[in-house]
């Protein structure tokens, strides 16, 4: 009896988690994982290029594609928990934003989660609010929240072609 308590302990956690592969609703906390990001290159994608108007910090500006696991409802203020954006930009380098939720990231970019991927096979290489000491993300080594909290209007999404108001 002992042994199947413990057992249940063990997987109710994980069972909790796998149950949330898509986006869910608000209540919801969405843990990505390797297998979440495999299929990104067969979701929507938009591209674009971001220009250095100056304010941009070095290594951000330039072409990119987007892809994101799904859409947000029409007339949405938020991006769904669950929402994966994956970046690739023309120098290889691969980011993405991960809608956790839970009250995750709560002094930044709330509810969001920031990657690195590798690819073949699709690998997280850091995760989380920013990169480890001595990385960067887009050539900002103060990370991901530094930037996207200018973005708060769009649930901090900076991207011109996934603006909420255009869903």
């Not at 413990?6 to 919801?28: R, T």
């Not at 073949?120 to 929240?145: E, Q």
């Amino acid at each position: 009896m002992k042994t199947l308590l413990v057992l249940a302990l063990l997987v109710a956690p994980l069972w909790a988690c796998a149950k949330h592969e898509g986006a869910g609703d608000a209540s919801d906390t969405f843990i990505a994982f390797d297998p979440a990001f495999e299929p990104f290159r067969t979701w929507t994608s938009v591209t674009d290029t971001l220009v250095d108007d100056g304010t941009l910090p070095a290594g951000v500006a330039g072409a990119r594609t987007q892809y994101i696991n799904t859409l947000p409802p029409h007339g949405s203020t938020a991006f769904p928990i669950g929402t994966i954006i994956v970046e690739v930009r023309d120098d290889g380098k691969i980011f993405a934003n991960v809608k956790r939720g839970g009250g995750f990231n709560t002094a930044g970019c709330v509810d969001w989660e920031f990657f690195e991927l590798t690819e073949n096979p699709v690998t997280i290489t850091w995760r989380g609010l920013g990169p480890p000491l001595g990385d960067t993300y887009g050539g900002d080594p103060n990370g991901c929240n530094n930037c996207h909290v200018m973005c708060a209007a769009n649930d901090y999404i900076c991207s011109p072609k996934l603006q909420l108001s255009s869903f």
